[in-house]
């Protein structure tokens, strides 16, 4: 499967963002799917996941009760909510999916990784 994240951009602290997360190939319907990021000069770091029917999330606990992760299985998509945004959240976001009754909150969980989308929040 290969998926393409979008909706990065340049924003202010405070604001909000959606990223999306568009699978091709094949449908992820049956994948756990995440997403991750990685600030410049630092490792990839876990933000959200979601199980493969929607019942179930998880968050790091630095993006819980600002972030929310959702998925719409009949268009092969996945989303991220960005609420109240920090500079801390500046970093490269990748979605990732993960076999089927996988968690999804490790790299090593990973079984399809996409391009990246940049988001910069300005203080």
């Known amino acids: 499967v290969q998926l393409q994240a979008s909706g990065g951009g340049l924003v202010q602290a405070g604001d909000s963002l959606r990223l999306s997360c568009t699978a091709s190939g094949r449908t992820i319907y049956r994948n756990s799917m995440a997403w991750f990021r990685q600030a410049p000069g630092k490792e990839r770091d876990f933000v959200a996941a979601?199980?493969?029917?929607?019942?179930?999330?998880n968050y790091a606990d630095s993006t819980k009760g600002r972030f929310i992760i959702s998925r719409d299985n009949d268009k092969s998509m996945v989303f991220l909510q960005m609420n109240s945004l920090k500079p801390e959240d500046t970093a490269a976001y990748f979605c990732?999916?993960?076999?089927?009754?996988?968690?999804?909150?490790?790299?090593?969980?990973?079984?399809?990784w996409g391009k990246g989308t940049l988001v910069t929040v300005s203080s």
């Open positions: 979601i199980t493969w029917s929607g019942d179930s999330t």
């Open positions: 990732a999916a993960c076999p089927y009754g996988s968690p999804c909150h490790r790299e090593s969980f990973v079984a399809s």
